[in-house]
Protein backbone atom coordinates (compact mmCIF):
# COMPACT_ATOMS: atom_id res chain seq x y z
CA UNK A 1 0.00 0.00 0.00
CA UNK A 2 0.74 4.34 -0.17
CA UNK A 3 3.40 4.38 2.55
CA UNK A 4 3.43 8.80 1.93
CA UNK A 5 0.53 10.74 1.64
CA UNK A 6 0.92 14.30 0.40
CA UNK A 7 -1.85 16.69 0.81
CA UNK A 8 -3.64 18.67 -0.99
CA UNK A 9 -2.29 17.64 -4.76
CA UNK A 10 -3.41 21.23 -6.15
CA UNK A 11 -3.68 24.59 -4.28
CA UNK A 12 -4.49 27.47 -6.33
CA UNK A 13 -3.48 30.68 -4.01
CA UNK A 14 -4.17 34.60 -4.31
CA UNK A 15 -0.92 36.38 -4.21
CA UNK A 16 0.21 37.59 -0.84
CA UNK A 17 -2.11 34.36 1.10
CA UNK A 18 -0.30 31.56 3.11
CA UNK A 19 0.16 27.96 1.62
CA UNK A 20 0.69 24.95 3.57
CA UNK A 21 1.45 21.31 2.05
CA UNK A 22 1.20 17.97 4.42
CA UNK A 23 3.15 15.03 4.07
CA UNK A 24 2.11 12.17 6.11
CA UNK A 25 3.54 8.57 6.14
CA UNK A 26 2.39 5.99 7.61
CA UNK A 27 5.74 4.39 8.95
CA UNK A 28 7.98 6.37 11.46
CA UNK A 29 10.93 7.64 9.52
CA UNK A 30 14.89 8.86 10.20
CA UNK A 31 14.57 11.91 7.83
CA UNK A 32 12.61 13.76 5.59
CA UNK A 33 13.49 16.27 2.59
CA UNK A 34 11.98 18.56 1.08
CA UNK A 35 12.09 19.58 -2.59
CA UNK A 36 10.59 21.98 -5.64
CA UNK A 37 9.75 21.81 -9.12
CA UNK A 38 9.17 24.29 -11.29
CA UNK A 39 7.34 23.72 -13.96
CA UNK A 40 9.61 22.56 -16.98
CA UNK A 41 12.57 22.27 -14.15
CA UNK A 42 14.46 19.37 -12.31
CA UNK A 43 13.68 18.48 -8.47
CA UNK A 44 15.82 21.32 -6.18
CA UNK A 45 16.41 20.04 -2.74
CA UNK A 46 15.46 22.96 0.06
CA UNK A 47 15.46 20.98 3.26
CA UNK A 48 16.38 17.82 5.56
CA UNK A 49 15.06 17.22 8.85
CA UNK A 50 15.76 14.69 10.83
CA UNK A 51 15.03 15.75 14.77
CA UNK A 52 11.55 15.05 16.36
CA UNK A 53 9.98 17.95 16.32
CA UNK A 54 12.27 19.97 14.17
CA UNK A 55 11.52 23.27 12.80
CA UNK A 56 13.37 24.86 10.21
CA UNK A 57 12.82 28.71 8.67
CA UNK A 58 13.97 29.53 5.11
CA UNK A 59 12.90 33.11 4.44
CA UNK A 60 8.72 32.99 4.44
CA UNK A 61 9.29 28.87 4.38
CA UNK A 62 8.90 27.18 7.41
CA UNK A 63 9.75 23.40 7.60
CA UNK A 64 8.83 20.94 10.77
CA UNK A 65 8.60 17.52 11.15
CA UNK A 66 6.20 15.89 13.35
CA UNK A 67 6.88 14.47 17.45
CA UNK A 68 6.03 11.01 15.97
CA UNK A 69 8.19 11.60 13.05
CA UNK A 70 5.86 10.59 10.32
CA UNK A 71 4.50 13.25 8.99
CA UNK A 72 5.80 16.73 7.95
CA UNK A 73 4.48 20.43 7.23
CA UNK A 74 5.52 23.09 4.17
CA UNK A 75 4.28 25.97 5.38
CA UNK A 76 4.73 29.33 2.73
CA UNK A 77 4.25 33.12 4.18
CA UNK A 78 2.76 35.47 2.11
CA UNK A 79 3.12 33.84 -1.43
CA UNK A 80 5.05 35.48 -4.65
CA UNK A 81 4.36 34.20 -7.95
CA UNK A 82 8.37 32.73 -7.91
CA UNK A 83 6.47 29.76 -5.61
CA UNK A 84 5.03 28.56 -7.97
CA UNK A 85 5.60 25.02 -8.18
CA UNK A 86 5.42 21.69 -7.37
CA UNK A 87 6.25 21.21 -3.79
CA UNK A 88 7.53 17.40 -2.78
CA UNK A 89 8.66 15.69 0.55
CA UNK A 90 10.57 12.74 0.15
CA UNK A 91 12.42 10.05 2.17
CA UNK A 92 13.36 6.58 2.81
CA UNK A 93 10.25 4.40 2.95
CA UNK A 94 10.43 0.99 3.05
CA UNK A 95 14.38 -0.52 1.83
CA UNK A 96 14.07 2.07 -1.01
CA UNK A 97 16.18 5.00 -0.94
CA UNK A 98 15.12 8.70 -1.48
CA UNK A 99 11.24 8.18 -2.33
CA UNK A 100 9.28 10.90 -3.28
CA UNK A 101 5.77 11.64 -2.32
CA UNK A 102 3.19 12.57 -5.30
CA UNK A 103 3.79 15.96 -4.42
CA UNK A 104 1.74 19.55 -4.19
CA UNK A 105 1.28 21.91 -6.69
CA UNK A 106 1.12 25.16 -6.28
CA UNK A 107 -0.02 28.03 -8.20
CA UNK A 108 -0.22 31.69 -7.11
CA UNK A 109 -2.45 33.74 -9.13
CA UNK A 110 -1.32 37.49 -8.98
CA UNK B 1 32.09 23.00 -9.19
CA UNK B 2 30.01 21.56 -11.53
CA UNK B 3 26.58 20.42 -11.52
CA UNK B 4 24.79 17.24 -12.71
CA UNK B 5 24.36 16.80 -16.20
CA UNK B 6 22.43 14.87 -18.64
CA UNK B 7 22.59 13.64 -22.09
CA UNK B 8 20.81 13.74 -24.27
CA UNK B 9 18.48 16.33 -23.10
CA UNK B 10 15.46 15.01 -25.50
CA UNK B 11 15.30 11.65 -27.36
CA UNK B 12 12.51 9.61 -29.53
CA UNK B 13 12.32 5.63 -29.78
CA UNK B 14 10.29 2.96 -31.18
CA UNK B 15 8.79 0.30 -29.04
CA UNK B 16 11.12 -2.58 -28.58
CA UNK B 17 14.51 -0.49 -29.31
CA UNK B 18 17.10 -0.28 -26.97
CA UNK B 19 18.30 3.00 -25.05
CA UNK B 20 21.09 4.85 -23.28
CA UNK B 21 21.00 7.65 -20.82
CA UNK B 22 24.31 9.00 -19.35
CA UNK B 23 25.03 11.04 -16.79
CA UNK B 24 28.04 13.03 -14.76
CA UNK B 25 27.74 13.58 -11.38
CA UNK B 26 28.14 17.06 -9.65
CA UNK B 27 32.38 16.74 -8.21
CA UNK B 28 32.76 15.55 -4.46
CA UNK B 29 30.11 13.00 -5.15
CA UNK B 30 30.01 9.57 -5.44
CA UNK B 31 26.63 8.56 -5.60
CA UNK B 32 24.10 8.11 -8.28
CA UNK B 33 20.40 7.31 -8.41
CA UNK B 34 18.20 6.92 -11.26
CA UNK B 35 14.55 8.28 -11.33
CA UNK B 36 11.78 7.95 -13.77
CA UNK B 37 9.09 10.93 -13.71
CA UNK B 38 6.04 10.59 -15.59
CA UNK B 39 3.83 13.28 -16.46
CA UNK B 40 1.59 14.74 -13.21
CA UNK B 41 3.68 12.49 -11.10
CA UNK B 42 6.58 12.41 -8.35
CA UNK B 43 9.96 10.95 -9.28
CA UNK B 44 9.92 6.93 -9.23
CA UNK B 45 13.18 5.84 -8.06
CA UNK B 46 14.41 3.23 -10.02
CA UNK B 47 18.32 2.21 -8.76
CA UNK B 48 21.00 3.78 -6.57
CA UNK B 49 24.96 3.34 -7.52
CA UNK B 50 27.69 3.82 -5.29
CA UNK B 51 30.84 2.33 -5.64
CA UNK B 52 30.11 0.87 -8.97
CA UNK B 53 28.32 -0.89 -7.26
CA UNK B 54 24.32 -0.94 -7.42
CA UNK B 55 22.89 -0.18 -3.97
CA UNK B 56 19.41 -0.30 -4.06
CA UNK B 57 16.79 -0.81 -6.48
CA UNK B 58 13.16 0.11 -7.12
CA UNK B 59 10.10 -1.81 -8.16
CA UNK B 60 11.25 -1.77 -12.16
CA UNK B 61 11.91 -4.80 -14.18
CA UNK B 62 14.94 -5.71 -15.16
CA UNK B 63 15.01 -4.45 -18.77
CA UNK B 64 16.24 -1.21 -16.40
CA UNK B 65 19.69 -1.74 -15.91
CA UNK B 66 22.60 1.00 -14.79
CA UNK B 67 26.27 1.27 -14.91
CA UNK B 68 28.66 3.31 -12.68
CA UNK B 69 32.20 4.00 -13.84
CA UNK B 70 35.45 4.95 -11.97
CA UNK B 71 34.94 8.79 -12.30
CA UNK B 72 31.05 8.10 -10.61
CA UNK B 73 29.58 9.41 -13.91
CA UNK B 74 26.50 6.83 -14.60
CA UNK B 75 24.43 5.19 -17.69
CA UNK B 76 20.86 3.79 -17.36
CA UNK B 77 20.02 1.43 -20.10
CA UNK B 78 16.55 0.18 -20.90
CA UNK B 79 15.51 -2.52 -23.19
CA UNK B 80 12.71 -3.68 -25.14
CA UNK B 81 11.10 -0.13 -24.86
CA UNK B 82 7.57 0.17 -24.25
CA UNK B 83 5.61 2.80 -24.48
CA UNK B 84 4.53 3.49 -20.96
CA UNK B 85 8.62 3.60 -20.52
CA UNK B 86 7.94 7.71 -22.12
CA UNK B 87 8.98 9.65 -19.34
CA UNK B 88 11.43 12.10 -17.33
CA UNK B 89 14.37 10.22 -16.80
CA UNK B 90 16.07 11.92 -13.76
CA UNK B 91 19.80 11.68 -12.88
CA UNK B 92 20.87 13.14 -9.12
CA UNK B 93 24.11 12.73 -7.12
CA UNK B 94 24.73 12.79 -3.55
CA UNK B 95 27.29 11.77 -1.12
CA UNK B 96 28.71 8.33 -0.03
CA UNK B 97 25.17 7.39 1.63
CA UNK B 98 27.39 5.23 4.83
CA UNK B 99 27.35 9.58 6.50
CA UNK B 100 23.55 9.16 6.54
CA UNK B 101 21.12 11.30 4.43
CA UNK B 102 22.03 13.09 1.77
CA UNK B 103 20.80 16.09 -0.18
CA UNK B 104 20.28 14.90 -3.96
CA UNK B 105 21.25 16.88 -6.57
CA UNK B 106 19.58 16.96 -9.82
CA UNK B 107 20.27 16.95 -13.79
CA UNK B 108 17.91 18.63 -16.07
CA UNK B 109 16.42 14.99 -16.80
CA UNK B 110 16.71 13.37 -20.28
CA UNK B 111 12.80 13.61 -21.75
CA UNK B 112 12.17 9.93 -23.32
CA UNK B 113 9.37 9.23 -25.71
CA UNK B 114 8.53 6.03 -26.86
CA UNK B 115 6.10 5.90 -29.82
Known amino acids: GQQVMQIPQYQHVQEGEDFTTYCNSSTTLSNIQWYKQRPGGHPVFLIQ?????EVKKQKRLTFQFGEAKKNSSLHITATQTTDVGTYFC??????????FGIGTKLQVIP | ETGVTQSPTHLIKTRGQQVTLRCSSQSGHNTVSWYQQALGQGPQFIFQYYREEENGRGNFPPRFSGLQFPNYSSELNVNALELDDSALYLC??????????????FGNGTRLTVT
Open chain 2, 92 to 105: ASSLNPGLGPSPLH
Open chain 1, 49 to 53: LVKSG
Open chain 1, 90 to 99: AGPWGYQKVT
